[in-house]
T-cell receptor, first 112, second 114 residues
Framework: EAQVTQNPRYLITVTGKKLTVTCSQNMNHEYMSWYRQDPGLGLRQIYYSMNVEVTDKGDVPEGYKVSRKEKRNFPLILESPSPNQTSLYFC???????????FGNGTRLTVT | GNSVTQMEGPVTLSEEAFLTINCTYTATGYPSLFWYVQYPGEGLQLLLKATKADDKGSNKGFEATYRKETTSFHLEKGSVQVSDSAVYFCALSDLLTGANNLFFGTGTRLTVIP
């Protein structure tokens, strides 16, 4: 089954404790992206990647890192999480062009 | 720059009522336009899209027409069902950084009651 898999689904952590949210897709997509969803703000893009070893900042990259060492994986790293990063995070992937984005089921992160 | 303005919700309708969710956009050039739907506990799914002016996207009884003159892409359905209850997002593609990069509106929550 074609899918984007995020882990974990839920995560509660404390300020400053490094964490990684994993994202993997099995559709051989070149493009991958991370969004955060907050009430009243919709989805905002954090980082995206057009292909392996190619990553770029989105609209809200501060406090986040990503890497794209393999085509299928695109982890999101929070080196020192803060409470304002409490949010619902989505990973997405796509073929080039206007192909639809395929989304994971989300990771709800709470930073206390 | 790019932006999407969506009708604020929440919207509550009775089953079989007519649905309109307004969406207007600001963009450089002529982007592709999308509607995505998010069911509870899930990620977003593409509902429909239109890639050029006057195109009409349609799927599952939903329709939206790309109106360049009014920079709009309003979502409509003639008769909603309880199963249509979800959050709907309007989005446009960013022609500068790549068509895959989407700008999303804030989302409109629709609840359909029997």
């Amino acid at each position: 089954e074609a899918q984007v898999t995020q882990n974990p689904r839920y995560l509660i952590t404390v300020t400053g404790k490094k964490l990684t949210v994993t994202c993997s897709q099995n559709m051989n997509h070149e493009y991958m992206s991370w969004y955060r969803q907050d009430p009243g703000l919709g989805l905002r893009q954090i980082y995206y990647s057009m292909n392996v070893e190619v990553t770029d900042k989105g609209d809200v990259p501060e406090g986040y890192k990503v890497s794209r060492k393999e085509k299928r994986n695109f982890p999101l790293i929070l080196e020192s999480p803060s409470p304002n990063q409490t949010s619902l995070y989505f990973c997405a992937s796509s073929s080039p062009g206007t192909s639809p984005l395929h989304f994971g089921n989300g990771t709800r992160l709470t930073v206390t | 720059g790019n932006s999407v303005t969506q009708m604020e919700g929440p919207v509550t309708l009775s089953e079989e009522a007519f649905l309109t969710i307004n969406c207007t956009y600001t963009a450089t050039g002529y982007p592709s336009l999308f509607w995505y739907v998010q069911y509870p506990g899930e990620g977003l799914q593409l509902l429909l899209k239109a890639t050029k002016a006057d195109d009409k996207g349609s799927n599952k009884g939903f329709e939206a027409t790309y109106r360049k003159e009014t920079t709009s892409f309003h979502l409509e359905k003639g008769s909603v069902q309880v199963s249509d209850s979800a959050v709907y997002f309007c989005a446009l593609s960013d022609l500068l950084t790549g068509a895959n990069n989407l700008f999303f509106g804030t989302g409109t929550r629709l609840t359909v009651i029997p």
